[in-house]
């Protein structure tokens, strides 16, 4: 899955032709033929194609298609930056130079995830934690190859969409309902689970291809949306200084106040209040949004903290709301 606007199939995609491109390969199909092909005709070695160096992230790098995208990425001159938790290479380490950045695919998890036989994590506080070693970095293209759940893949895809050049998601012949015939493409039906929700794997891999159909749909969705964001920290909140939100707003149009407060009388209410008042008529693409509690009493369960505490789905579906608005009347 790319977010460029040139259209592969389904087959290709599987054959691995996407992550060819990324590489400065040209794509080949896997064909079988009953003879071998002749030997070409003794001639001058073409020269090699000329590569342009690229920076490419790889989530996962130390199993699977990993080792064999990195040892052909270096090969060409491209840098290579691996995110994945670290296990792997405390049995295996990887052999080769690349920049490594820890984390966990699953952004309410620690890198060292382990468990006890409770089910419970071992160091629930350990650090770094989900895709934070992500944010705020750049890549030409990322090659996603370890993505088996659909909110673990599209949370790395939202977040790197904005960053990366190309997002490849590696996908699976399992994607398809049924094995298909010569030509199979697009139009083909795929795996369709029962429960959309599930995120194992089932006791004999039954949901496999079902769960890939479902990450291909993520992947696409979120990193064609293309939402790039600027975050303001207010460190100071008495005296307010609304000049760095201002300087934004008026470049974006949109504003969208994240706060661990409630929201009437709340400090989001007051920063909206501040900036609209400065802002010209018409300065205004969406109306403000306000991300904060709800006017209710803390829980003190598990299960209403879900629905208590601002996540960030909160915040990008509050960026997708104000980015379908109408621009606000003067």
Known sequence: MSNHRRELSRREVVRGGLAAT????????????????????????????????????????TGFLGPKTIEAALARGHTVTIFNRGKREKLQPLPYDVEHLYGNRDPELP????RGADGALLRPDATPRGLEQLAGRAWDV???????????????????APHVGQYIFISSISAYGENPAAGGDEDTPVAKLADPTVETMGASFEHYGGLKALC????EMLA????????????????????????????????????????NAGWAAEVIASVTEALDA????????????????????KALEQGYYPEARH????????????????
């Open 282 to 301: 018409g300065a205004l693409k969406a109306a403000p949004r306000r991300i904060t509690l709800p006017d209710a009493p803390a829980p003190t369960s």
């Open 111 to 114: 890198a060292d995830d382990e």
């Open 142 to 160: 990322c090659i996603d190859n370890s993505g088996y759940v659909p909110r673990i893949v599209a949370a790395s895809a939202q977040l790197l």
């Open 22 to 61: 990324a590489l400065g390969l040209a794509s080949t199909a896997c064909t079988r033929s009953a003879a071998p092909a002749p030997a070409p005709a003794p001639g001058p070695t073409p020269a090699a194609p000329v590569v342009a160096t690229k920076r490419i992230l790889i989530l996962g790098g």
């Open 216 to 219: 291909e749909q993520a992947a």
């Open 315 to 330: 915040v990008a579906e509050a960026a997708r709301a104000m980015l379908a608005s109408r621009r606000i009347a003067s």
């Open 224 to 263: 064609a949306e293309d939402i790039d964001a600027e975050v303001i920290d207010v460190r100071v909140l008495n005296p307010f200084e609304p000049a760095a939100i201002l300087a934004s707003v008026s470049r974006t149009g949109r504003l969208c106040v994240v706060d661990g407060g409630w929201r």
